[in-house]
């Protein structure tokens, strides 16, 4: 079974500055996705960044980047110059890419909440 | 609508009683799924539908849940007997299919259930 863990479980960060959201994961597969979320207060789960096991290259979308190491399992978020509409809850998601019959489910880590101040 | 749609956004019910939870999901999307959120936690996944069948229920923590999608578009989950450790959030996401092709899943909002 996968399994996804986040180690912290608050963060904060001034506006501007750059915070990084740690993940590690465990599995037996080679092929999946990685996923960092968001869930504001609003419950609305948003998808900021995704990551291909296969891919060497890191992700990354605009002020959003991401570290994936894939012989260590971890796979850390980088958000640069931090915006308060940057706090909410920060989760990591594991996806398995082919085979079985539950490739299509989302495991998801514990959270992280990352508060932002101004 | 737009996006993936929950009804009802909270729902309070007694411990025993019988719930419905319900999910639009977008016009088109042939997978469904369903999962649930403890206070705190990540999400948990329950169950998924392709079409109309539940390709994966392995997520559905006992007998008393139970979820259908009749027509491949709307599904409903069902729990009976409710109990206080079925308070949570539930999640309902879909998405224009599965498999090695990447096809991103969109979430609804949620329902909070809370059983007093």
């Known amino acids: 079974a996968q399994t996804v863990t986040q180690s912290q479980p608050e963060m904060s960060v001034q506006e501007a500055e750059t915070v990084t959201l740690s993940c590690t994961y465990d599995t037996s597969e080679s092929d999946y996705y990685l996923f960092w979320y968001k869930q504001p207060p609003s419950r609305q789960m948003i998808l900021v960044i995704r990551?291909?096991?296969?891919?060497?290259q890191n992700a990354t979308e605009n002020r959003f980047s991401v570290n994936f190491q894939k012989a260590a399992k971890s796979f850390s978020l980088k958000i640069s110059d931090s915006q308060l509409g940057d706090a909410a809850m920060y989760f990591c998601a594991y996806r398995a890419r082919a085979g079985g019959t539950s490739y299509g489910k989302l495991t998801f880590g514990q959270g992280t909440i990352l508060t932002v101040h101004p | 609508g737009a996006g993936v749609s929950q009804t009802p956004s909270n729902k309070v019910t007694e411990k025993g009683k019988y719930v419905e939870l319900r999910c639009d999901p977008i016009?088109?999307?042939?997978?469904l799924y369903w999962y649930r959120q403890s206070l705190g936690q990540g999400p948990e996944f329950l169950i998924y539908?392709?079409?109309?069948?539940?390709?994966?229920d392995s997520g559905l923590p006992n007998d008393r849940f139970f979820a259908v999608r009749p027509e491949g578009s709307v599904s409903t989950l069902k729990i009976q007997r409710t109990e206080r450790g079925d308070s949570a959030v539930y999640l309902c996401?879909?998405?224009?299919?599965?498999?090695?092709?990447?096809?991103?899943?969109?979430f609804g909002p949620g329902t909070r259930l809370t059983v007093l």
């Open positions: 990551q291909e096991a296969y891919k060497q």
């Open positions: 996401a879909s998405s224009s299919g599965t498999g090695r092709k990447y096809n991103e899943q969109f």
């Open positions: 016009s088109g999307h042939t997978a």
């Open positions: 539908f392709q079409g109309t069948g539940a390709a994966d």
